[in-house]
Structure formats: C-alpha cells, structure tokens
T-cell receptor
Framework: GNSVTQMEGPVTLSEEAFLTINCTYTATGYPSLFWYVQYPGEGLQLLLKATKADDKGSNKGFEATYRKETTSFHLEKGSVQVSDSAVYFCARGTGRRALTFGSGTRLQVQP | GAGVSQSPRYKVAKRGQDVALRCDPISGHVSLFWYQQALGQGPEFLTYFQNEAQLDKSGLPSDRFFAERPEGSVSTLKIQRTQQEDSAVYLC????????????????FGPGTRLTVL
C-alpha cells in the first residue's frame, strides 16, 4: 500500500542545534515526496519537495534528499531557530492525485 | 487574496445537524482536494475534483459526506446528520494539473475549518 512513517514527537532542541526528522515511505513506483510545515494557528505550507531519486529539496535552510534505496526522505537543518517551532509533515504523492501524509512531528526549539 | 480560503473557520454542530463547508481555491487551479485531519494526525484524503468533475471520492468515510464543485471553482463539502466522530479539521487544497507528469503539481492548502460535533 501507500504509507508514510515519520518519527514521533515532540522533538525538543536548543537554538542552533542540528535537526533531523526521519521519514520513510512505502514504494510503489516513483512518487513525489514533500515536507509540509504547520505553524501554530496557520495552515499547511509546503516547505520543500523532490520529484525523483537523488533529488535534494531545500528551503529556508532545511534540506531533504530522496533516497530510493532506503525509501527515505529525512528532513535536516544545520541550525534551528525558535521560529522553526512547528509541526512538520512528510507526504508522498499517491497515484495521480492525492497526498498521503505521515502523522506529523512537533518540533519545539528553546532559546 | 492570493491563497486558498475556507469558511467558516470554526463550526460547532449538534449531533444530527447538517453542515456545509466552503472552499475558495486559488484562481485558475484546476485541481481541488478535500482532506480530513483528526487531532494529532496527518491529513487524510477525502475527495478530488478536476475542474467540476469529481474524479475520486474513495476517501469519503460514509454516504453522509458529499462534495460538489459545480462551476469548477468554489467547492462545498456537506456532511449530513453529523456524528461525534466527524469532529476534525477539514482542509481544502488546490493546485495546477501538470500534463507532463499527469498529476497535480504542488498542492496549496487553506487554513481549514475546525468542526466540533457535540
């Protein structure tokens, strides 16, 4: 089937720490992969995406690389800020239309 | 505005009432999706429109859920005889259809409607 698994939160880090949020997916074909972010009180926003194997998506200092061999799309950032506190969702394109989301990982960054 | 808008933002209904949730997609976006997001979970797909055609409604949880997009722009998700298990945030997303890859490019989400059924 089509599923996305991401690490459970909350993840609590100090400012300027390194961030990794793991995401793996089940592979049927070559789906597009996405990270969405949901800031408190706001809607889902696209953070970055990758459409084929070995692609690296990047935005606002966040990066994720499409790894077909490990069916993973881990999110990383070298130095987090308090303003990065949010819920992060990994997602894959399913068939031609819908997205399948992971359950979300809450990140809390402390000053 | 430039983004996807949804109304109302909050809706409280008594069990058994009917509700209607509205989505205004980004102008020109062919694709429109509805998702349901339970507390602490990721969004789950409900239904998909391409223009006015409802091409996939496999995620609708029961026949009490009905969606329409009669003119290929605004969409309404209707829930009849609401139950407590319908309490969730209902998200609408729109996007451009990409014929090259035969799928919707990036989906842009609205702020959601939080439905609480008492």
């Amino acid at each position: 089937g089509n599923s996305v698994t991401q690490m459970e939160g909350p993840v609590t880090l100090s400012e300027e720490a390194f961030l990794t949020i793991n995401c793996t997916y089940t592979a049927t074909g070559y789906p597009s992969l996405f990270w969405y972010v949901q800031y408190p009180g706001e809607g889902l926003q696209l953070l970055l995406k990758a459409t084929k194997a070995d692609d690296k998506g990047s935005n606002k200092g966040f990066e994720a690389t499409y790894r077909k061999e490990t069916t993973s799309f881990h999110l990383e950032k070298g130095s987090v800020q308090v303003s990065d506190s949010a819920v992060y969702f990994c997602a894959r394109g399913t068939g031609r239309r819908a997205l399948t989301f992971g359950s979300g990982t809450r990140l809390q960054v402390q000053p | 505005g430039a983004g996807v808008s949804q109304s109302p933002r909050y809706k409280v209904a008594k069990r058994g009432q009917d509700v209607a949730l509205r989505c205004d997609p980004i102008s020109g976006h062919v694709s429109l999706f509805w998702y349901q997001q339970a507390l602490g979970q990721g969004p789950e797909f409900l239904t998909y429109f391409q223009n006015e055609a409802q091409l996939d409604k496999s995620g609708l949880p029961s026949d009490r859920f009905f969606a329409e997009r009669p003119e290929g722009s605004v969409s309404t998700l209707k829930i009849q005889r609401t139950q407590q298990e319908d309490s969730a945030v209902y998200l609408c997303a729109s996007g451009l259809w990409s014929p090259m890859i035969e799928r919707t490019d990036t989906q842009y989400f609205g702020p959601g409607t939080r439905l609480t059924v008492l």
